[in-house]
């Protein structure tokens, strides 16, 4: 079956520090990958987004490729900022759906001054 | 505009209680979705109406759940009679098209509690 691994939380980095994200999927074929964010009292937000291998997602300094041989699209940001602390989930739209997402168990990150 | 709205924020009640939860997705969203996720765990999906239909509700956990949407606006999730492994975060998300792939926007959730 589909399935999303993420590297268990919390992730505790100081400012201006190096972040990566571990995920990897299980799937059939050529499923879109997402990274979504939740920010403290906020819902959910689109982060970035590949919808096929070796497409690179960007978005506010984030970045993930899609990796097809390692079945991974982790997350990266050079510098990460305070306001950055969130949890981050990465989802999968398998190819036999177009509206049923597969979430990752989400990775809390804070981000210390 | 606005976004999607769910209320209440939280909510604590005790085994064997109804409780329902209430989503307003964006004006003019045919799609709206309701996904949880339980003990901080994966977020799972739930249920899928376009416009008042269901559209799959292959993941609503059992006949204690009961998802409505009157009239193609607003959503209610009813949980009756709510068991303790009910506890976790109910999100609601609405889109223009039936798909994911350009993102969907997510409510705050709902915080549900069974003591």
């Known amino acids: 079956g589909n399935s999303v691994t993420q590297m268990e939380g919390p992730v505790t980095l100081s400012e201006e520090a190096f972040l990566t994200i571990n995920c990897t999927y299980t799937a059939t074929g050529y499923p879109s990958l997402f990274w979504y964010v939740q920010y403290p009292g906020e819902g959910l937000q689109l982060l970035l987004k590949a919808t096929k291998a070796d497409d690179k997602g960007s978005n506010k300094g984030f970045e993930a490729t899609y990796r097809k041989e390692t079945t991974s699209f982790h997350l990266e940001k050079g510098s990460v900022q305070v306001s950055d602390s969130a949890v981050y989930f990465c989802a999968l739209l398998p190819m036999d759906s177009s509206y049923k997402l597969i979430f990752g168990s989400g990775t809390r990150l804070l981000v210390r001054p | ?104 926007t997510f409510g705050s959730g709902t915080r549900l509690t069974v003591v």
Request: one cysteine or more; glycine letters at 10%; aromatic letters at 12%.
């Open chain 2, 1 to 104: 505009e606005a976004g999607v709205t769910q209320f209440p924020s939280h909510s604590v009640i005790e085994k064997g209680q109804t409780v329902t939860l209430r989503c307003d997705p964006i004006s003019g969203h045919d799609n709206l979705y309701w996904y949880r996720r339980v003990m901080g765990k994966e977020i799972k999906f739930l249920l899928h109406f376009v416009k008042e239909s269901k559209q799959d509700e292959s993941g609503m956990p059992n006949n204690r759940f009961l998802a409505e949407r009157t009239g193609g606006t607003y959503s209610t999730l009813k949980v009756q009679p709510a068991e303790l492994e009910d506890s976790g975060v109910y999100f609601c998300a609405s889109s223009l098209v039936g798909t994911a792939t350009y993102g969907y």
